[in-house]
């Protein structure tokens, strides 16, 4: 059974910095996409960034220049460094990868999230 766990998140001040971390556990055959998603109370989850096996990356435009994205294939984990961070930064952020786990499909999984606060 694949599950994610996320962690990292947490509080801290406009202007800091944090690093969430996911890692896919369980038997993984193969990733695609990883990626890192944010939920804002009572609206939809939306696209923060993904990076896919091609390394290829896609940012939000609110956090391009402020976030970087990274894998580690090995360790079947995907950082979210997040660096600038505003109040409105502030939200419940998810990580989304598409793993191959017995062999002949993919499918999506999520974690269950984790919080980062920005406030002073």
């Known amino acids: 059974q694949v599950q994610l766990v996320e962690s990292g998140g947490g509080l801290v001040q406009p202007g800091g910095s944090l690093r969430l971390s996911c890692v896919a556990s369980g038997t993984v055959f193969g990733i695609r996409d990883m990626g890192w998603y944010r939920q804002p109370p009572g609206k939809q989850r939306d696209l923060v960034a993904v990076?896919?096996?091609?390394?290829?990356?896609v940012y939000a435009e609110t956090v391009k220049g402020r976030f970087t994205i990274s894998r580690d294939n090995a360790k079947h984990t995907v950082y979210l460094e997040m660096n600038s961070l505003k109040p409105e930064d502030t939200d419940v952020y998810y990580c989304h990868m598409i793993i191959n786990p017995q062999g002949n499909y993919y499918t999506d999984y999520w974690g269950l999230g984790t919080r980062v606060t920005v406030s002073s």
């Open positions: 990076i896919r096996t091609d390394s290829s990356i």
